[in-house]
């Protein structure tokens, strides 16, 4: 996928040279992403301001931040739910040739249809033409995979919120895309049940090997399950932070807690130079 807006963004930024290593290969339909000059105004509001970044396929990389730094607008062009008002997003194949990314969303809010099954509702992820039969033993092994197999026959209503959230990732999975974002889909849940699904989406983005995008406003989430953090200050990259730690990570570790310290001296910075 290309999309050029009305200027096009020349030259080339060091922070396309960005990349980390990782353990974990990246799967077959990873998609890469490069973002040139991203702009995206709203009226005389500039949210984006000339962004430029490179996520190699199969990375997970978290974008944080204080609230209304464009972290959210980000994750809509990426999804092509928003348009720029200028510069270039193209998603790339392992070859490096622009591709059209299988790109899935999962939201704060579940957002569930009641009157659907567990499984019917996972089968949604793969849209209309797929036949009914075929449509449920996919949700179902991918229910499998986010630890609900026992749940397909219940209705939303009698879930958990964690299983619901566990519901929505199942059903953005079931096409088994190549973009994964993100937008603070654990921002509701009880503290130990956080910790559980971030486990879980750390395991399951390590099996199937997607590229995921997550925002969120928890750095210590974003230290634990990213390879790299991105942090934004109004519409700008103010801080690009590889993590060099092997997943799964372990809660506890000073070396996390020391970036964590990082990072929100970053966005506690944002805040006191206005």
Same mark, same amino acid.
């Given at each position: ?8 963004? @020349? $030259? ?8 980390? +290593?990782?353990?974990?290969?990246a799967?077959t339909? *990873? #998609? ?24 190699? #396929? ?6 944080? $931040? ?15 739910? +928003?348009?720029?008002?200028?510069g ?8 490096? *040739?622009?591709? %059209? ?8 809010? =579940? ?16 849209? +209309?033409g797929?036949?009914?039969?075929? #449509? ?12 609900? #197999? ?11 919120? $964690? @299983? ?19 937008? %603070?889909?654990? $921002?509701?849940? +009880? ?6 699904? @971030? ?39 103010a ?14 570790? =000073? ?7 990082r ?10 130079a206005?």
């Open positions: 996928m290309t999309i050029i807006a009305h200027e096009r963004f @020349q $030259g080339a930024s060091d922070e396309f040279e960005y990349e980390t +290593d990782r353990a974990t290969p799967g339909g *990873a #998609a890469a992403i490069t973002l040139r000059g991203l702009e995206k105004s709203f009226g005389g509001n500039r949210v984006l301001r000339g962004i430029n970044l490179h996520i190699p #396929a199969g990375q997970f990389v978290a974008v944080i $931040g204080k609230s209304g730094c464009g972290k959210s607008t980000l994750l809509r062009i990426l999804m092509g739910l +928003d348009e720029p008002t200028s270039e997003l193209h998603f790339e194949n392992a070859d490096g *040739a622009d591709a %059209e990314a299988n790109a899935r969303i999962v939201f704060q809010e =579940p957002r569930l249809l009641p009157w659907l099954s567990v499984a019917e509702n996972v089968a949604v992820g793969l849209g +209309d797929v036949d009914k039969r075929i #449509a449920l033993r996919e949700a179902e092994a991918v229910l499998g995979e986010v630890q609900l #197999a026992e749940k397909a026959a219940e209705w939303p209503a009698r879930l958990s919120g $964690g @299983q619901r959230q566990r519901v929505a990732l199942g059903r953005a999975l079931v096409s088994k895309p190549g973009v994964l974002a993100l937008d %603070e889909p654990l $921002g509701a849940l +009880d503290a130990l049940t956080r910790i559980s699904m @971030q486990e879980l989406l750390n395991r399951v983005w390590r099996e199937l090997g997607f590229t995921a995008v997550l925002v969120t406003h928890d750095v210590s989430e974003a230290v634990h399950l990213a390879d790299r953090v991105i942090v934004l200050e109004e519409g700008r990259v801080l690009d932070l590889a993590i060099p730690y092997p997943h799964p990570r372990r809660y506890g570790n =000073p070396a996390l807690a020391e970036l964590e310290g990072l929100l001296a970053a966005i506690l910075r944002t805040d006191t206005h």
